[in-house]
């Protein structure tokens, strides 16, 4: 249990002294044994708190400072920013609208930072003390949070502690140019060297053509010397109702700056433009920072462990190379309402299935086992990635013969091709997939989460092989959920008995 703790700092309002209010926060968290994820909260708001006081609450010529005060309890956090500046009524703060709930040509950035701030906290507050000055104070509960608990070990440091960082300063999106591709192609080198997976990024030839062919729609972060320094780009296969967010980078000397707010800001206006129903992201599990980034507007459903292959080396990130295979989380977002799902859901699965909807906002209909059911031939597609050394099965149509099929798949996978991950996708929309997954957890498959919009009926139930052994202790997740989930899988692999 955490004891009762309540520190403050004081602070003269420039920002020059933004480090220290951000170190004053890490250390105190630190001291006090908070949970990674808390100590994540509280320097963002510290972040965005201090940076709106420093450049808000006085007149340019003004002298002032600013007092930050935390008090950390096994119950909940309470963190106090306080300054003798302009008065300020909350109310007249411009309001900010996720692009999902936004004019697609009103799309704005104003208010965001306040918005970042509350959906953070269980409560915001403005309080004014008169001739005191005024209050914000933001209240996080901690109640139950021992029911989550992260994965063991620590997290390792992202990037090297004397990284020097850009100055302060005001950033622009627009589309990719062609005359941009080649800046586009160091800003991915600058964050992971040479080991993106895909390696068209290292091609800005490439990335010109598929631009202008429509498969790739690429923006980029331009800062005020007309420098690009950052990049995402969407991957769009011709008619699917979904796009992939493939890539989203910003080069170290610039994070922190809201430059990836931005970009994602400008890609989500685009594809609510396009009437896309929804926008899904693979991400790293080797640090929490994209995670952290997407995860006010898409949400985690599925992780794929050991897909990306051993002794790869992400620029700035050495203390993360291990001689292990890497794992990524599967995170979804939907633009607009879509139709009802029809979920065939084991029922050994539901409950976690249950909360992966929820948590996407999606209008599920869970249907009834139906016992006897007569299933026909099926219909079951194998590939294999030889690169990644990773073989997919994939049920099209669940039949009578579907288990041989996907026995056979499997030998011919991890026996003959020796592909190190395996993974298997069963439709949903399908009355016989209850059956069919527990056929395949016989044959070691776990459960891996759910994959919604990927089949051409409905959703994927996404299990998994692994034909490796992987450190799960490497493993760094952002959202509880995700941490949750995590162990929720490991639970299913060491039941059955992969």
């Known amino acids: 249990m955490t004891h009762p703790v309540r520190a403050e700092i004081q602070l003269p309002s420039r920002l020059a002294f933004l480090p220290a209010a951000l170190n004053f926060v890490r250390d105190a968290a630190l001291a006090c044994g908070l949970q990674p994820e808390e100590s994540e909260f509280l320097t963002l708001a510290v972040e965005e708190a201090c940076s709106n006081s420093i450049e808000h609450a006085y007149d340019p010529r003004e002298e002032g400072s600013f007092r930050l005060i935390l008090e950390i309890s ?27 709930k936004a004019d697609p040509d009103k799309i704005s950035t104003r208010g965001l930072g306040l918005y970042l701030i509350e959906k953070q906290f269980d409560s915001m507050e403005w309080i004014n003390h008169g001739m005191a000055g005024k209050e914000l104070r933001l209240v996080k509960n901690r109640i139950g949070r021992e029911a989550i ?120 206006a685009e594809a609510v433009k396009m009437g896309l129903v929804g926008i899904y992201t693979r991400l790293t599990t080797v640090h929490p920072f994209s995670q952290k980034a997407i995860g006010d507007y898409a949400k985690p459903c599925g992780i794929t462990l050991g897909y990306v292959p051993r002794v790869r080396r992400y620029k700035g990130l050495e203390s993360h190379e291990f001689d292990e295979r890497k794992s990524l989380i599967l995170h979804y977002c939907f633009l607009k309402e879509p139709l009802k799902t029809i979920v065939h859901a084991p029922p050994r699965h539901r409950e976690i299935m249950e909360k992966i909807y929820r948590l996407l906002k999606l209008n599920v209909e869970f249907m009834e086992a139906v016992a006897g059911t007569d299933l026909s031939g099926g219909m079951v597609k194998v590939s294999y990635n030889r690169r990644n050394g990773t073989g997919t099965i994939t049920v099209e149509k669940a039949g009578s013969d579907s288990t041989a099929e996907i026995r056979r798949a499997l030998y011919d996978l991890r026996d003959i091709a020796r592909a190190e991950a395996i993974y298997l996708l069963l439709p949903l929309a399908q009355a016989g997939t209850p059956a069919l997954c527990e056929e395949a957890e016989a044959l070691g498959f776990f459960f891996s989460g759910v994959e919604p919009c990927f089949a051409p009926d409905g959703d994927h139930l996404r299990l998994q092989y692994l034909n490796t052994t992987i450190n799960f202790d490497h493993l760094q997740l952002y959202q509880p959920f995700s941490r949750e989930l995590l162990s929720y899988i490991l639970q299913e692999k060491k039941r059955v008995g992969a």
């Open 74 to 100: 096994s119950g909940k956090m309470i963190l106090s920013l306080r300054d003798q500046g302009l008065p300020f009524d909350h109310t007249l703060a411009p309001t900010y609208e996720p692009p999902s």
């Open 149 to 268: 608990e992260p994965m063991p070990g620590q997290d390792p440091a992202p990037f090297p502690e004397d990284a020097s960082r850009a100055p302060e300063q005001t950033y622009t999106v627009r589309r990719m140019r062609p005359e941009d591709a080649i800046h586009a192609a160091r800003c991915i080198y600058r964050t992971y060297g040479y080991s993106y997976e895909n390696e068209t990024t290292y091609f800005p030839e490439e990335l010109i053509k598929q631009n202008q062919r429509g498969e790739l729609l690429s923006w980029v972060g331009v800062d005020q010397e007309g420098d690009i320094v950052g990049y995402i780009e969407l991957t769009h296969p011709a008619g699917s109702p979904t796009a992939d967010l493939s890539q989203a980078v910003v080069i170290p000397s610039h994070r922190g700056r809201s430059v990836l707010n931005l970009l994602g800001l400008a890609l989500y």
